[in-house]
């Protein structure tokens, strides 16, 4: 009868063979000498590439004419149009209002507002 679950055994594992060779850990340090490199030229592209960029950009705004001249000539605005007004359903307001008339106090108002002495 085997016993499947003996823990007090210690499992029998055969020894890996080195399969890569003496060369493995040259050909990774390689490797990642490799990568490192390639990042750090592809980083000082980028940075060139945005400097290259952003000095385009200021060389365009100095260049810009700053208030360009409009392209077409200006009209006189349209009379604002009123279809209340047109159609009659509210009368005509006049653009101006009328100034208001004053009144003169009546003499029962002055005497009321007559400081007493």
């Known amino acids: 009868m085997a016993h499947f679950f003996d823990m007090s055994r210690k ?8 399969v890569s060779g003496g060369n493995a850990r ?9 990568i490192g ?3 750090v030229v ?9 400097s290259v960029i952003q000095n385009r950009a200021a060389e365009t705004d100095a260049t810009a004419v700053p208030e ?3 392209t077409t000539e200006p ?8 279809p209340l007004v047109e159609a009659g359903v509210v ?5 101006q209002p ?9 003499p029962a108002q002055a005497d009321a507002a007559a400081p007493a002495q």
């Open 11 to 18: 499992p029998v594992v055969p020894e890996l063979a080195d």
């Open 68 to 70: 360009a001249a409009a």
């Open 98 to 106: 009328a100034p208001a008339t004053t009144v003169a106090p009546t």
């Open 91 to 95: 009368p005509d307001m006049p653009a």
């Open 37 to 39: 490199v390639t990042g």
């Open 26 to 34: 040259r050909e990774r340090t390689i490797q990642r000498l490799q």
């Open 75 to 82: 009209t006189t605005a349209a009379t604002q149009s009123d």
């Open 42 to 50: 592809l980083m000082i592209l980028l940075v060139g590439l945005a």
